[in-house]
């Protein structure tokens, strides 16, 4: 069973950061696949990075180049870098995590980007 957790959305100016975190308990975390979804209203969930138990990233097309994902697996912690915030970037923005074939959700962080 893991626990997912959510912090650093908030409200940004187009062209500013921001950085997720997302911490995990009751699992050995290394070997999950680990994520971050994000949904806008009236949208579809998009997965927008992943990272690997061995370290591979991949990003959805809307934001390579922008946004970093990367793992702390001692801390039990993942993080989602965000450069570079265009309005429609503006979701929440959910924690992923993969077990085998189990996936557990995080209860999401807004992330608003508007001048």
């Known amino acids: 069973q893991v626990q997912l957790v959510e912090s650093g959305g908030g409200l940004v100016q187009p062209g500013g950061s921001l950085r997720l975190s997302c911490a995990a308990s009751?699992?050995?975390?290394?070997?999950?696949?680990l994520g971050w979804y994000r949904q806008a209203p009236g949208k579809q969930r998009e997965l927008v990075a992943s990272?690997?138990?061995?370290?591979?990233?991949n990003y959805a097309d809307s934001v390579k180049g922008r946004f970093t994902i990367s793992r702390d697996n001692p801390k039990k912690r993942v993080y989602l870098q965000m450069n570079s915030l265009k309005p429609e970037d503006t979701a929440v923005y959910s924690c992923?995590?993969?077990?085998?074939?189990?996936?557990?959700w995080g209860p999401g962080t807004q992330v608003t980007v508007s001048s």
């Open positions: 992923w995590a993969r077990g085998g074939v189990t996936d557990y």
């Open positions: 009751g699992t050995i975390f290394s070997f999950y696949t």
């Open positions: 990272i690997t138990n061995g370290g591979t990233t």
